[in-house]
T-cell receptor
Framework: EDQVTQSPEALRLQEGESSSLNCSYTVSGLRGLFWYRQDPGKGPEFLFTLYSAGEEKEKERLKATLTKKESFLHITAPKPEDSATYLCAVQAPRSGGYNKLIFGAGTRLAVHP | NAGVTQTPKFQVLKTGQSMTLQCAQDMNHNSMYWYRQDPGMGLRLIYYSASEGTTDKGEVPNGYNVSRLNKREFSLRLESAAPSQTSVYFC???????????FGPGTRLTVL
């Protein structure tokens, strides 16, 4: 069964304390892995797409990496404004007319000054 | 350029009542989607529309119907609301079904 698991469920960091969020997946024939950021009361906002093992993408203090079984979102020297829920989604092979997208439950990140 | 807009932002219904959630996008995207988000679970696809004039069921379509009114608008209807439909509903759009999605701000629905 296609599945996406994110860990930890919640993470509390001090400002400047670097860490990583994990997204592990089981899907046959990965078509892409997406990272989104979601602020409270708002819709998810796209961050990165990764397509193949070894690929990396960076944006400000965030860097996403991909292996054959998991992805990491590394946060370097986080600031309070990085506090949000981070969602991972995996795109499975096309089924019918749709590229199925499977979301994880997310990691709630709180960065304290 | 507003992106994806949704109305209403909040709604409270009684069991058995009906309502329609509205969604519009101004990015000329072909594909549109309705998701629901429940605590502790990932976003789940209710219905999608790969292009204007087509709609298909997603993972959790029971109790819902959709209409792709034109390329911009995609509505979600609850014919007879049930407490299990209490959730936050997100509309999204993308250029094609395999590309990353723009999400709307969500509708928080409570069914009593």
């Amino acid at each position: 069964e296609d599945q996406v698991t994110q860990s930890p469920e919640a993470l509390r960091l001090q400002e400047g304390e670097s860490s990583s969020l994990n997204c592990s997946y089981t899907v046959s024939g990965l078509r892409g892995l997406f990272w989104y950021r979601q602020d409270p009361g708002k819709g998810p906002e796209f961050l990165f797409t990764l397509y193949s093992a070894g690929e990396e993408k960076e944006k400000e203090r965030l860097k996403a990496t991909l292996t054959k079984k998991e992805s990491f979102l590394h946060i370097t020297a986080p600031k309070p404004e990085d506090s949000a829920t981070y969602l991972c989604a995996v795109q499975a092979p096309r089924s019918g007319g749709y590229n199925k997208l499977i979301f994880g439950a997310g990691t709630r990140l709180a960065v304290h000054p | 350029n507003a992106g994806v807009t949704q109305t209403p932002k909040f709604q409270v219904l009684k069991t058995g009542q009906s309502m329609t959630l509205q969604c519009a996008q101004d990015m000329n995207h072909n594909s549109m989607y309705w998701y629901r988000q429940d605590p502790g679970m990932g976003l789940r696809l209710i219905y999608y529309s790969a292009s204007e004039g087509t709609t298909d069921k997603g993972e959790v379509p029971n109790g819902y119907n959709v209409s792709r009114l034109n390329k911009r608008e995609f509505s979600l209807r609850l014919e007879s609301a049930a407490p299990s439909q209490t959730s936050v509903y997100f509309c999204a759009s993308s250029e094609a079904s395999g590309t990353w999605k723009f999400f709307g701000p969500g509708t928080r629905l409570t069914v009593l």
